[in-house]
């Protein structure tokens, strides 16, 4: 059984730029959540992909996406970086249903500049 | 809406003390409650969960009770060692999968 793995391990980008970071869930779990996690801050929901569908989002603006593929893996897009999105962005699989556990990645460390 | 909180850290204890972590949260419904913890340059791990009301979770030797009465779920272990040195964020699903933390508690353990 594999875990949650996430790439890459920290990046630094220049504002304006865009960037794509990815997930891989863990063996047979369908679901992929992401989150932001400002420094010193508890872990913000962007958003949660089931079966390669968006099925609920946070409080972010659009130029966060992302996608979910038939693998189940993920990937999260930022667009138009702005500094204030340096943060530690974490990868979330878990099987749909109640009272599942979601398994985290050990996260990208993006730094705006 | 659905939110956490928790004390403020950090929290400095020496080896063996008891600890004590304090939670309270607002929730529509009737959500799971969890406590996680990150280690130093790690991700985030479940340490227990409580899936409705006067439920006990525990591992480790730590323990959390899901008290809806108060809407609390404290953390607490008898005996702190200095491998428990790390960042615990209470949190709570509301039924959909999504997980809303606190902002997390620093606990450092002393030798």
């Known amino acids: 059984e594999t875990g949650v793995t996430q790439s890459p391990t920290h990046l630094i980008k220049t504002r304006g730029q865009q960037v794509t970071l990815r997930c891989s869930s863990q063996?047979?779990?369908?679901?992929v959540s992401w989150y932001q996690q400002a420094l010193g801050q508890g872990p913000q929901f962007i958003f949660q992909?089931?079966?390669?569908?968006?099925?609920g989002r946070g409080n972010f603006p659009p130029r966060f996406s992302g996608l979910q593929f038939p693998n189940y893996s993920s990937e999260l897009n930022v667009n138009a970086l702005e500094l204030d999105d340096s943060a530690l962005y974490l990868c979330?699989?878990?099987?749909?249903?109640?009272?599942?556990?979601?398994?985290f990645g050990q996260g990208t460390r993006l730094t705006v500049v | 809406g659905n939110s956490v909180t928790q004390m403020e850290g950090p929290v400095t204890l020496s080896e063996e003390a008891f600890l004590t972590i304090n939670c309270t949260y607002t929730?529509?419904?009737?959500?799971?409650l969890f406590w996680y913890v990150q280690y130093p340059g790690e991700g985030l791990q479940l340490l227990l969960k409580?899936?409705?009301?006067?439920d006990k979770g525990s591992n480790k030797g730590f323990e959390a009770t899901y008290r809806k009465e108060t809407t609390s779920f404290h953390l607490e272990k008898g005996s702190v060692q200095v491998s428990d040195s790390a960042v615990y964020f209470c949190?709570?699903?509301?039924?959909?999968?999504?997980?809303?933390f606190g902002k997390g508690t620093r606990l450092h353990i002393l030798p």
């Open positions: 929730a529509t419904g009737y959500p799971s």
């Open positions: 979330a699989s878990s099987l749909q249903g109640v009272d599942t556990e979601a398994f």
């Open positions: 063996s047979g779990h369908n679901t």
């Open positions: 409580a899936t409705k009301a006067d």
């Open positions: 992909y089931y079966r390669e569908e968006e099925n």
């Open positions: 949190a709570l699903t509301p039924r959909d999968d999504k997980i809303i």
